[in-house]
């Protein structure tokens, strides 16, 4: 079993809809999770990132972690077709003093105009 | 542009072949990460580096590969006697030291090196 399981997808939307993207993992000391998005031939950029359980909202942007249930969730309200890439959830705890990240496989959204 | 450079962007070579990458972090950053992304999956950890030191090596890392940060700034990665299971996008993250413990330490990604063996 991989320690961050994602849906592949794809995923294809219209424009406007709310995208919910999500992943479970299986380590208990994971502290850090983020949502990574990368466009195609480019890498991932940070979007945004929760420490321990809890929501975080940037703009269209929501960010959701249950410890509890090892899940995490991300929402795009009002989904623009620029917002068409490949999702990465991620995860992170420390390991010989620094910050090492674990990956999921990667969610790839579709938003038609 | 003073994010995370990457050369070649693009590399196809031939089985048998050595290949060299070479990574430009964030100047002020003083963390330097390998990552390895093939089709459909998300990166996956190669090895770490504190300044010139190599810290941490993946079991992905097998000993055809080896990395360098010579003078803690830039780093290279070269995959000698290169296998078609070599071919995929390889990674290239920086970050500065440690926050605090709430904080995460961003990974600045490059645009990664595709490399395709033939």
């Known amino acids: 079993q991989k320690e961050v399981e994602q849906d592949p997808g794809p995923l294809s939307v219209p424009e406007g809809a709310i995208v919910s993207l999500n992943c479970t993992y299986s380590?208990?000391?994971?502290?850090?999770f983020m949502w990574y998005r990368q466009y195609s031939r480019k890498g991932p950029e940070l979007l945004m990132y929760?420490?321990?359980?809890g929501n975080k909202e940037d703009g269209r942007f929501t960010a959701q972690v249950d410890k509890s249930s090892k899940y995490i969730s991300l929402f795009i309200r009002d989904s623009q077709p620029s917002d068409s890439a490949t999702y990465l959830c991620?995860?992170?705890?420390?390991?010989?003093?620094?910050?090492?990240?674990?990956f999921g496989t990667g969610t790839k959204l579709q938003v038609i105009p | 542009d003073t994010g995370v450079s990457q050369d070649p962007r693009h590399k196809i070579t031939k089985r048998g072949q050595n290949v060299t990458f070479r990574c430009d972090p964030i100047?002020?950053?003083?963390?330097l990460y390998w990552y390895r992304q093939t089709l459909g999956q998300g990166p996956e950890f190669l090895t770490y580096?504190?300044?010139?030191?190599?810290?941490?090596k993946s079991r992905l890392l097998s000993d055809r590969f080896s990395a360098e940060r010579p003078k803690g700034s830039f780093s290279t990665l070269e995959i000698q006697r290169t296998e078609q299971g070599d071919s995929a996008m390889y990674l290239c993250?920086?970050?500065?030291?440690?926050?605090?413990?709430?904080?995460?330490?961003?990974?600045?990604f490059g645009p990664g090196t595709r490399l395709t063996v033939l």
């Open positions: 993250a920086s970050s500065s030291g440690l926050q605090g413990r709430t904080a995460y330490n961003e990974q600045f």
């Open positions: 380590n208990s000391a994971f502290q850090y």
């Open positions: 929760t420490y321990s359980s």
């Open positions: 991620a995860m992170s705890g420390y390991s010989g003093g620094y910050q090492k990240v674990t």
């Open positions: 100047s002020e950053h003083n963390r």
């Open positions: 580096f504190q300044n010139e030191a190599q810290l941490e």
